[in-house]
C-alpha cells in the first residue's frame, strides 16, 4: 500500500522563523520518488522538488531545504527565514517506480504572519 | 506560453445535470491526470491517461467519465450520477522520461465546480 502522512493540518509561525513541515510515507517499493507541491490561495500546485529513494542527500535552494530519511520514512520541507508570501498550503507526494500514480498526503496549510 | 489550461474558473451546475470540465495542454506531456480538491483534504484520483484513447480509473471515479482523444486534451465529464460534486477540480500532466524514473507533474489552474 502506498501512502503519505502530514501530520500538521495547519502551522502559523511570524515572519523570519524558521519552520519545518513533516512528511511520512509508506510504501513496499524499493524505487520510488518523492514531490512537494505548494499551493498558493490561487490554487495551482507549483513543483517545489522531486527527490528518487537512492538519493538520501539533503538538498537546499534558497530559502527551502529538504531533509529525506529513507530509516524513518520522512522527507521532511524547512523554509528558512519565512516570509508572508510562503502562506500556502503544502503537500508531498510518492510515486512508486511502477505505474503512474501519485499519492498524495492532505497537505498542511502555512500561514506566515507579518 | 507553454502550459496547462482548464476552463471554465468557475462552474456552476443544477442537480441532475452533467457538465464537461476543459483541460488543454501544450507542453506535449504524455500523461495526464484528473485530481478532486474537498477542503481540508488531499488531492484524490479520479481518472489518468497515459496515451491516446486509453485511460484508467482512479480511486474516486464513480460519477465521472473522461476521453483522451487528442495528446493535448482530456476533458471530464461530472455526471448526474456523482452524488457530491461539489469541489475544486485539478488537472495535471507529466512527461515520460527517457532515462525512466517518475517525472514531476505541472497543474493547471483548477475549475471549482459547484452543484446548486
Known amino acids: 500500500a502506498q501512502k503519505v502522512t502530514q501530520a500538521q493540518t495547519e502551522i502559523s509561525v511570524v515572519e523570519k522563523e524558521d519552520v519545518t513541515l513533516d512528511c511520512v510515507y509508506e510504501?513496499?517499493?524499493?524505487?520510488?520518488?518523492l514531490f512537494w507541491y505548494k499551493q498558493p490561495p490561487s490554487g495551482e500546485l507549483v513543483f517545489l522538488i522531486r527527490?528518487?529513494?537512492?538519493?538520501?542527500q539533503n538538498e537546499i535552494s534558497g530559502r527551502y531545504s529538504w531533509n529525506f530519511q529513507k530509516s524513518t520514512s520522512s522527507f521532511n520541507f524547512t523554509i528558512t527565514a519565512s516570509q508572508v508570501v510562503d502562506s500556502a498550503v503544502y503537500f508531498c507526494?510518492?510515486?512508486?517506480?511502477?505505474?503512474?500514480?501519485?499519492?498524495f498526503g492532505t497537505g498542511t496549510s502555512l500561514t506566515v504572519i507579518p | 506560453d507553454g502550459g496547462i489550461t482548464q476552463s471554465p474558473k468557475y462552474l456552476f451546475r443544477k442537480e441532475g445535470q452533467n457538465v464537461t470540465l476543459s483541460c488543454e495542454q501544450n507542453?506535449?506531456?504524455?500523461?495526464m491526470y484528473w485530481y478532486r480538491q474537498d477542503p481540508g483534504q488531499g488531492l484524490r484520483l479520479i481518472y489518468y491517461?497515459?496515451?491516446?484513447?486509453?485511460?484508467q480509473k482512479g480511486d474516486i471515479a464513480e460519477g465521472y467519465s473522461v476521453s483522451r482523444e487528442k495528446k493535448e486534451s482530456f476533458p471530464l465529464t461530472v455526471t448526474s450520477a456523482q452524488k457530491n460534486p461539489t469541489a475544486f477540480y485539478l488537472c495535471?500532466?507529466?512527461?515520460?522520461?527517457?532515462?525512466?524514473?517518475?517525472?514531476?507533474?505541472?497543474f493547471g489552474p483548477g475549475t471549482r465546480l459547484t452543484v446548486l
Open positions: 507542453l506535449n506531456h504524455d500523461a
Open positions: 527527490r528518487n529513494s537512492f538519493d538520501e
Open positions: 491517461s497515459q496515451i491516446v484513447n486509453d485511460f
Open positions: 510504501t513496499r517499493d524499493t524505487t520510488y520518488y
Open positions: 495535471a500532466s507529466r512527461i515520460f522520461g527517457l532515462a525512466g524514473g517518475q517525472t514531476e507533474q505541472f
Open positions: 507526494a510518492l510515486s512508486p517506480n511502477t505505474g503512474n500514480q501519485f499519492y
